[in-house]
């Protein structure tokens, strides 16, 4: 009993990472923004926003004319365009809150490929007048917790990047953390050195003439010094880094995947009762 309800918890969890669900508050944010665009440039076409909840969103507004029954297949036919000149060219993505808020993102070949198959799916988000008709794709979402993440950077720098996908970053802040600790332990023993001269000579000044003695202090306590202010440049440079490397990991989005809209998949699940048989059964529609 213990193992199929174990399963049918962990079967629950990949299917809601796979399809994409929006949030009530999603969906109202779109369709406030959508419209405000819309009223603002009165500009038709696709545009992608990205909602609180980590969804890139693909919205297509279309102009039906006087017949609404062609506006889902205009939709997708700019849904397919779009997503090929995604793969030329990074295009911009809105925060579906904030007017102010866009980058410049490019899409990942396995987005691209995965949203081309579910065009089909395009659902009405809105009607902003009697003519035009605003349609939405989910394509994507950041999967990652970046409470997770950023916890995980604090233990080890960049362990939060590598979680979130983003590889290329954590691994610079990885490696400029570890050059910043090996910069301190080759200055500090540098330092180390110089300051066992310095104690060889003072103890034994018979040994030296006095001007020889004099000359020899000086240059290994200068270096002394030297060497302790590049430890302190090291901490200091190490410090920085590992701040960042945390604040980074907790506001970063992280990594992109693609998404599946429901269409044909089903899951279906039923109880079993018998006096030898009892659980829960699965079938999973492609």
């Known amino acids: 009993m213990k193992v199929k309800f174990t399963i049918l918890i962990l079967l629950s969890l990949l299917c809601n990472s796979i399809y994409a669900q929006l949030s009530e508050r999603d969906i109202t944010n779109l369709v406030n923004r959508t419209k405000d665009d819309y009223s603002r440039t009165g500009m038709l076409g696709p545009k992608t926003y990205k909602t609180n909840s980590g969804y890139r969103v693909l919205v297509l507004v279309v102009n039906t004319g006087k017949t609404n029954h062609n506006g889902k297949m205009l939709a997708e036919r700019e849904a397919i365009e779009y997503l090929r000149g995604a793969e030329q060219e990074a295009k911009s993505v809105l925060d579906i809150n904030s007017d102010m808020s866009s980058s410049k993102e490019k899409l990942s070949e396995e987005i691209i490929q995965t949203s081309k198959g579910q065009v089909k799916n395009i659902e009405t988000l809105c009607k902003i007048n009697e003519e035009v008709i605003a349609y939405y794709l989910v394509i994507s979402k950041t999967n990652a917790n970046k409470g997770l993440a950023g916890l995980m950077s604090m233990v080890v720098p960049g362990a939060g990047q590598f979680y979130k996908g983003s590889t290329a970053k954590g691994a610079v802040f ?3 953390t570890t050059a910043a600790a090996a910069g301190v332990i080759i200055c500090e023993s540098t330092r180390s050195q ?3 001269k310095y104690n060889n000579v003072n103890n034994n000044l018979p040994m030296y003439s ?4 004099n000359a020899l202090l000086k240059e ?5 010094k030297s060497w302790r202010t590049g430890t302190y440049i090291c901490i200091g440079a190490a410090g920085v880094v590992y701040l960042w490397n945390v604040f980074d990991a907790f506001i970063s989005e992280g990594a992109q995947r693609p998404v599946y809209k429901k269409g044909g998949r089903s899951l279906t699940i039923a109880p079993k009762a018998g006096i030898d048989n009892f659980g829960v059964s699965l079938a999973y529609k492609f």
């Open 210 to 213: 006095s001007e020889d003695a």
């Open 220 to 224: 290994y306590s200068d270096k002394k």
């Open 194 to 196: 110089y300051n066992d």
């Open 174 to 176: 990885l490696g400029l």
